[in-house]
């Protein structure tokens, strides 16, 4: 797993600005995949980001690269908490969540859509996309957006942003070490 394809898909995360980003990842082993992983978490320890393998699929690997942190924090929201219960998550932590979520990967033939609580998105752009089923948002960018349009925009804008000034740095030598804020 290259610090290219984390820059490419995970700046905004490394810089604390967002909770999680996901992506797929091929790979040639699970034991070199698992390996990688391992890897990453043993560089990353100290500045509150992990990387988790949610599904293994055909070759590819679902990561989840976050931040326990402002997982827990998201949850803790009231709209958050509603949508998880509902779907038989125990939010007494995020690592209890995210067992859950890799449960409902493996079981489900439909992909699960509260997992845009676990990146960071607003719940009500959660619950629309939900309830509207993808369908009629007011938006779209790094997710669709059925609430506040506005505020959505300027994180988008922010986002691209922070994956431009990441890619410049880290095309000029930076490593993701030094480009990750430690939280």
């Not at 996901?22 to 390996?35: C, K, N, Q, T, V």
């Not at 995210?98 to 992909?111: K, Y």
Request: charged share 30%; hydrophobic share 35%; net charge positive.
């Amino acid at each position: 797993m290259s610090e290219e394809i984390i820059i490419h898909h995970c700046s905004p995360t490394l810089a604390g600005l967002k909770t999680g980003n996901l992506f797929s990842f091929s790979y040639e082993s699970r034991e070199a995949m698992r390996a990688a992983v391992c890897a990453w978490n043993k560089k990353l320890r100290g500045k509150g980001v992990r990387i988790l393998p949610l599904r293994y699929r055909d070759g590819s690997a679902l990561i989840y690269f976050y931040r326990p942190a402002l997982l827990s924090r998201d949850i803790k929201n009231q709209d958050a908490c509603r949508m998880l219960v509902e779907r038989g998550y125990n939010i007494t932590t995020g690592e209890r969540c995210i067992v859950h979520l890799i449960r409902r990967l493996a079981e489900c033939d439909e992909f699960p859509h509260e997992i845009g609580l676990f990146l960071g998105y607003p719940p009500e752009d959660v619950s629309g996309f939900i309830e509207h089923k993808a369908r009629e948002c007011k938006c779209v960018g790094c997710w669709k957006v059925y609430g506040d349009v506005e505020a959505a925009e300027k994180k988008f804008r922010t986002f691209k942003k922070c994956t431009d000034v990441y890619r410049a740095k880290w095309a000029g030598g930076r490593s993701i070490e030094r480009l990750t804020v430690r939280t």
